[in-house]
């Protein structure tokens, strides 16, 4: 019986190198420079990157948080929030001035959220008017919102503001139909884009950032209030206090907003009475002459009276010195 014959012996690529007399290709060096430098270019590279080195722990300046005392209205049924905002709406109409001042109201919605289904209806509304009250109204067990809230938030001098605020409007329109969120988006103002443009930045601004920085202040962002079922009733204290921080330190960002640009509009406009008084009347300087005293400057014997430098008056004593 014939013996079977033995299967050819293939030749791996390196040995094909190392019978030519080759390096492996590994250890193959492409790099014609200098050998303390690492190659250009390789086909198995065993270079190692230095790690980068950490940065150091930033110091964080202590902040204290903030904390609110005032009056926490809580209502949960249609004739109690159509009473609450009608309170509003004679209060409104108490504040001196005309028709076209402002009045700026904090305004801020909660709702559940789950990650399989994602983020529930509406569940609370929060109104700060003035920093010592702040009213929640629970509006998920509402099907319509009442007439006199849409009132109260339509009114032309009521500025509702916040953080991301025209985000929380759509979301307020979506889930009742008969609110107009173009018409409220119309008339909010966002404060981080107003910070924005005061402080000359760009990027935006979450609540507790701007706090931080406006204010000096840290709020209690609780992830377990903040993510907490605001659909059920009646809310925890925790959560009635977290929702009304919300709103009362944003009516206080807004307050130290305006305060901020008042200042900036009064040294524009010291700076331009400035600028005004130099062009109507330029300063003058003893180091420049008239253009009547530069003619006359090569001939001293014909120049005006006005033109001559007050006299040295030590010049008399020092001359009688001399005699």
Not at 39 to 45: F, G
Not at 191 to 196: A, I, K, R, T, Y
Not at 219 to 225: C, E, M, P, S, T
Request: hydrophobic content about 35%; charged content about 25%.
């Amino acid at each position: 019986m014939a013996k079977p014959k033995p299967a050819p012996k293939l030749e791996s690529r390196a040995d094909e190198n190392r019978s030519e007399n080759k390096p492996p290709l590994a250890e193959t060096n492409t790099n014609d420079g200098p050998k303390d430098e690492p190659p250009k270019r390789r086909l198995r590279s065993n270079y190692t990157f230095p790690s980068e080195q950490k940065q150091s722990d930033i110091k964080v300046e202590y902040l204290p948080f903030a904390e609110y005392h005032g009056v926490i209205e809580y209502h949960t049924s249609m004739h109690d929030i159509a009473f609450s905002c009608d309170q509003l709406l004679q209060w409104i109409h108490r504040q001196p001035g005309d028709s076209a001042a402002t009045i700026p109201i904090a305004f801020d919605l909660e709702w559940p959220f789950s990650f399989r289904t994602g983020a529930g209806k509406t569940a609370l509304m929060q109104l700060c008017a003035t920093t010592d009250r702040c009213v929640l109204l629970q509006l998920s067990c509402l099907k319509r919102l009442p007439m006199a809230l849409l009132e109260l938030l339509y009114h032309p001098r009521v500025l509702l503001h916040g953080v991301c605020i025209k985000n929380d409007v759509r979301k307020l329109a979506r889930d009742f139909p008969e609110v107009d969120g173009d018409r409220l988006v119309s008339k909010c103002c966002d404060l981080g884009v107003w910070c924005n443009t005061l402080e000359g930045s760009s990027g935006r601004w979450s609540m507790e950032r701007l706090v931080q920085a406006i204010l000096k202040q840290r709020i209690n962002k609780d992830k377990a209030v903040r993510m907490s079922q605001w659909n059920v009733l009646p809310l925890s204290e925790d959560q009635k206090l977290y929702a009304a921080m919300d709103v009362y330190i944003t009516q206080q960002v807004y307050h130290k907003l305006t305060e901020k640009q008042q200042q900036q509009q009064a040294e524009q406009e010291a700076n331009a009475q400035f600028e005004q008084q130099l062009i109507v009347s330029p300063p003058v300087s003893i180091d420049v002459l008239p253009a009547d005293c530069l003619q006359t400057a090569n001939s001293p014997t014909q120049q005006d009276a006005s033109c001559k430098l007050p006299a040295d008056k030590s010049a008399p004593e020092n001359e009688q010195a001399a005699k």
